[in-house]
């Protein structure tokens, strides 16, 4: 049981690397195209009515950020109510012109350093409409997601510092030299006097 929380924290720092490597390929991509994974379902609702729900992963110039639709009609349209299944479905979509969905670009009213947010909400007679978009920079989420392997890079190193310099320890593998300070029996290496001390 003492293992756990060291398997689930090396699960959270591959989860966190794998994070910040895709950060890092959307930034590059973000200058040349806009990247986009929706999920949508449209559903009926009352009578004759249709609820259509979307949300949109994208990644365009230098942001990466979650856009989410939520639109009631009253199915007049022709066509929707033949689409209206229930079933979710999901879509990916690649644009070679960057800045497509500048509405993640442009500063927002809100906001907070690289966070932007924004919602909008429009009601007629015929539909209501709901529109929210949270973005944060490329280089914000970098960093957000490379912290963690970072950090346990950066302990690692210095335990592995503190081992190899500790004195009684072999300097190549770290080996006890208490009982044996002419030569390590594990590797064979001669170690000077302060070493062994």
């Known amino acids: 049981m003492r293992r756990l929380p060291r398997i689930l924290l090396n699960l959270a720092t591959a989860l966190s ?11 590059v991509r973000s200058g040349s195209r ?21 949300v949109c992963w994208i990644s365009d110039g230098g942001r990466v950020g979650v856009w989410r639709r939520w639109l009631r009609t009253d199915g007049e ?13 999901w879509a ?42 949270v973005s ?14 970072a950090g346990r890079a950066v302990t690692w190193a210095a335990r592995r510092w503190r081992q190899a310099n500790r004195p009684g320890l072999c300097p190549a593998c770290g080996y006890d030299l208490r009982a044996t300070p002419d030569r390590c029996p594990e590797c064979g290496a001669v170690p000077s006097t302060e070493q062994v001390k």
């Open 34 to 54: 806009s990247d986009e994974v929706e999920w949508s379902r449209t559903r009926p609702v009352g009578y004759r009515g249709i609820l259509d729900e979307r």
């Open 92 to 133: 990916y979509r690649s644009d070679t012109s960057p800045r497509r969905y500048n509405h993640l670009a442009k500063p927002a009213a809100d906001g907070w350093g690289p966070l932007r947010w924004r919602t909008v909400e429009t009601r007629l007679p015929r539909f209501d409409v709901r529109v929210g978009v």
């Open 136 to 149: 944060v920079s490329h280089a914000a989420a970098a960093v957000v997601c490379g912290a963690l392997p």
């Open 77 to 89: 349209e022709a066509g929707t109510v033949a689409a209206a299944d229930g079933r979710p479905r």
């Open 17 to 27: 690397l794998a994070l910040c490597v895709a950060v890092y390929v959307l930034w």
